[in-house]
């Protein structure tokens, strides 16, 4: 059926790193514009970053630049994100979703947790 | 803190109406027409539940209804069932350097 799978957390300690995984099912990957989105522990949720369809244009939140590496595989209908020099307010639960036309998310998976921490 | 200001929680009783609001800026829900809303039980997958302020994607009850004046925007949910107790987050696309913002989500609790 039509899905994003997410993988790849864990608990890491400051300055570590992750590279978190999303597996899509049941539709055209390729077709796609995809999105990594977080949501800290009681709060709300924080758009992350956007690959687009080819992987020919890449877009970063401030608070992630420069630390976070977004790219795909679409022979593999795959999505990653590379968490790099983890902070603690990186602590999160991250969301991959599929990224409609007039900015919705029309497709989410069930998120992956990461809790930077020593 | 998140961009847009949602309340905290909402609550009602089955078969009641209950309104939840977004209010952001002109730089984002009062400059654009794109306000959408997500429906999410924890430790699921969010649902998209309105897009473009006031379209329901199929499959989507039609108890669930969106609309904006000025910088905030409204999802109404009608007919309250037990199933529609959740957290729901809005967003809008924002002419900032963040592409997309979102607020910080209300517990609906059907009471």
């Known amino acids: 059926q039509v899905q994003l799978v997410e993988s790849g957390g864990g608990l890491v300690k400051p300055g570590g790193s992750l590279r978190l995984s999303c597996a899509a099912s049941g539709f055209t990957f390729s077709d796609y514009t995809m999105t990594w989105i977080r949501q800290t522990p009681g709060k709300g949720l924080d758009w992350v970053s956007y690959?687009?369809?080819?992987?020919?244009?890449?877009h970063y939140a401030d608070s992630v630049k420069g630390r976070f590496t977004i790219s795909r595989d679409n022979a593999k209908n795959s999505l990653y994100l590379q968490l790099n020099s983890l902070r603690a307010e990186d602590t999160a639960v991250y969301f991959c979703a599929r990224d409609s036309t007039s900015y919705r998310f029309d497709l989410w998976g069930q998120g992956t947790l990461v809790t930077v921490s020593s | 803190q998140s961009a847009l200001t949602q309340p905290a929680s909402v609550s009602g009783s089955p078969g009641q109406s209950i309104t939840i609001s977004c209010t952001g800026t002109s730089n984002d829900v009062g400059g654009y027409n794109y306000v959408s809303w997500y429906q999410h039980h924890p430790g699921k997958a969010p649902k998209l539940m309105i897009h473009?302020?006031?379209n329901r994607p199929s499959g989507v009850s039609n108890r669930f209804s969106g609309s904006k004046s000025g910088n905030t925007a409204s999802l109404i949910i009608a007919g309250l069932q037990a199933e529609d107790e959740a957290d729901y987050h809005c967003?809008?696309?924002?002419?900032?350097?963040?592409?997309?913002?979102f607020g910080g989500g209300t517990k609906l609790t059907v009471l």
């Open positions: 690959i687009t369809s080819s992987g020919g244009t890449i």
């Open positions: 967003s809008s696309y924002t002419s900032s350097s963040t592409y997309v913002v």
């Open positions: 473009d302020v006031s």
